[in-house]
C-alpha cells in the first residue's frame, strides 16, 4: 500500500514526534480555534489547488496551439510546394509546346 505524497513526511516520523506536534498544536491554538484552523487550512489547499490546475490547462493549452500553428505551417509548405510543382509542370508544357512549334515550322516538310 502506496502513502499519499501529501502525507509522506509522517512515514519517517516515530509516532513520540506526531504526538508532540499535536500536542502543541493544541497548545497554540486551543481546542475550539483547531477546527477553523482546518477549515482554512482546507480553503488553503482547495485554492491552491485550483490555481495550479488553471496554470496547468494554461500551459497544456499553448502547447496544443503551439503543435497546431506548426501542423498548419506544414500543411501551408505542403500545399505551396504542390502548387510550385503545378506552375512548374505548366511552364514545362508550354516551352515543349513552343519548341515542338518551332521543330515543326523549321522542318523540311514546311518551308518558309
Known amino acids: ?9 509522517i512515514t519517517d ?6 504526538v ?14 483547531l477546527p477553523e484552523l482546518a477549515r482554512g487550512l482546507g480553503k488553503a489547499r482547495r485554492e491552491f489547488k485550483r ?9 497544456r493549452t499553448a502547447m496544443d496551439e503551439e ?14 510546394k ?8 505548366k511552364i514545362r508544357e508550354k516551352i515543349e509546346s513552343e519548341e515542338r512549334a518551332k521543330i515543326a515550322s523549321k522542318s523540311p516538310e514546311n518551308p518558309e
Not at 516520523?13 to 506526531?18: E, K, R, S
Not at 508532540?20 to 480555534?33: E, N, R, T
Not at 490555481?51 to 500551459?59: H, K, Q, Y
Open 82 to 89: 504542390k502548387i510550385e510543382e503545378e506552375e512548374r509542370a
Open 20 to 33: 508532540l506536534i499535536v500536542l502543541v498544536v493544541v497548545l497554540l491554538f486551543g481546542g475550539s480555534k
Open 51 to 59: 490555481a495550479s490546475d488553471e496554470i496547468e490547462d494554461e500551459v
Open 13 to 18: 516520523m516515530n509516532p513520540g514526534t506526531i
Open 67 to 80: 503543435e497546431r500553428k506548426k501542423e498548419k505551417e506544414k500543411q501551408d509548405e505542403i500545399r505551396r
Open 1 to 9: 500500500m502506496s502513502t499519499p505524497a501529501t502525507f509522506a513526511f
